[in-house]
């Protein structure tokens, strides 16, 4: 072999050696980024020990943005409890039915009737179209109203349907509808109905639809990756070290509140199909969304703070932009403009008597 033919074959095998290192390297530069070895271990453990003693880990955790969206599509919808059956463990509760935006009709009666009577005549859906109704008895030993209870006695009942969610205003065939179970009711208990004017409450139902469609802010912010994308896993993580924990729905993740019961704080989701793969390591994902249901969030939380922090330590860690749904960088100045406007939105709704997170709101913009 001559010497020509030597140092060719032995150029040939260095070209060769580095086609294959460049593809390993782009390969590897390009594949999903997969969450840490230490963290992932921990979590197996805490998976571990939550099987094991029944009780689970806790992890220690433009400016138009804010203008009224579809109300038909509510933010948290998959992941967050209904609104009108949320707890309220701590502080003044004005839930249950309220003359603020609920049509109710009073049932008045001769004696006294049993809870267990109540609760045997309840309609079988407790709702009048796309309204939820609520019934309310007068505890005879309390003095209060509340849902009957078994084995407690009520000198009077109240009958109540919702003048307005996100599904629209109350309209006149779902009044009749509730007009129709309520008169059910109070015949099965020997009572007598009081039914407000329909036109009057169905104007009523209206005007509070519009001021709730003109004040239901739900924001969103999309964070996309840079360079290489990222791993189901490799989200979790990262929105895990900041308090998220997983949703009820594949590629859900909320931050929950302080207190159990209330709908989260902030919302994260990313591809369904990437969480629900054979192999979710494979899975490349290329951007997530962080919401928030501006009404169903008290201020108290400071929401908006918290997803904009937690919007670019992910960005940060994660190696990814933070834009808005059209792809628009989102930069300080306009995140400044954001938290200004949704402060007047907080003092709107509070003027209104519905502050972002009271039980009223959360049943209103539901």
């Not at 009711?185 to 009572?191: S, T």
């Amino acid at each position: 072999m001559s010497n020509l033919t030597l140092a060719l074959s032995i150029l040939g095998g260095l070209v060769l050696a580095a086609v294959v290192g460049y593809e390993t390297f782009m390969s590897r530069r390009n594949a999903p980024r997969q969450p840490d070895a230490v963290d992932t271990a921990l979590a197996d453990v805490e998976r571990s020990m939550s099987s094991g003693d029944g009780v689970e880990p806790m992890l220690h955790v433009d400016p138009k943005q804010i203008s009224a969206q579809d109300r038909h599509e509510p933010l948290f919808d998959p992941d967050l409890p209904a609104p009108s059956g949320v707890p309220v463990a701590t502080g003044e509760r004005r839930g249950g039915l309220d003359p603020l935006i609920d049509v109710i009709a009073p049932v008045s009666l001769d004696g006294l009737a049993s809870g267990d009577a109540a609760i045997a005549a309840m309609p079988p859906t407790r709702r009048a179209g796309s309204k939820p109704v609520a019934i309310e008895g007068l505890n005879e030993h309390t003095g209060q109203w509340e849902p009957p209870v078994a084995g407690q006695r009520y000198s009077a009942f109240q009958v109540g349907v919702q003048l307005a969610n996100r599904t629209g205003a109350l309209n006149e065939i779902e009044y009749s509808e509730f007009v129709v179970k309520a008169q059910a009711f109070a015949d099965a208990v020997n009572g007598s109905p009081e039914f407000p004017e329909m036109l009057d409450e169905v104007a009523r139902a209206r005007e509070l639809d519009q001021f709730a469609s003109a004040h239901d802010a739900q924001l969103g912010f999309v964070l996309r990756a840079l360079h290489a994308a990222w791993s189901p896993g490799y989200v979790q993580q990262n929105a895990a070290r900041l308090g998220f924990v997983t949703g009820i729905i594949p590629g859900r993740m909320v931050l929950p509140t302080g207190e159990a019961g209330l709908p989260p704080i902030l919302g994260l989701a990313f591809d369904t199909q990437a969480a629900l793969a054979d192999d979710p390591a494979q899975s490349a994902i290329r951007e997530l969304s962080l919401s928030l249901d501006v009404p169903q969030v008290d201020r108290t939380e400071e929401p908006f703070r918290r997803m904009r922090e937690a919007a670019a330590t992910l960005a940060r860690e994660m190696d990814g932009v933070v834009t808005d749904s059209d792809g628009q960088l989102l930069r300080d100045e306009t995140m400044d403009v954001i938290g200004n406007d949704l402060e007047q939105l907080y003092d709107t709704l509070d003027a209104r008597d519905l502050a972002a997170g009271s039980p009223l709101a959360r049943r209103l913009f539901s």
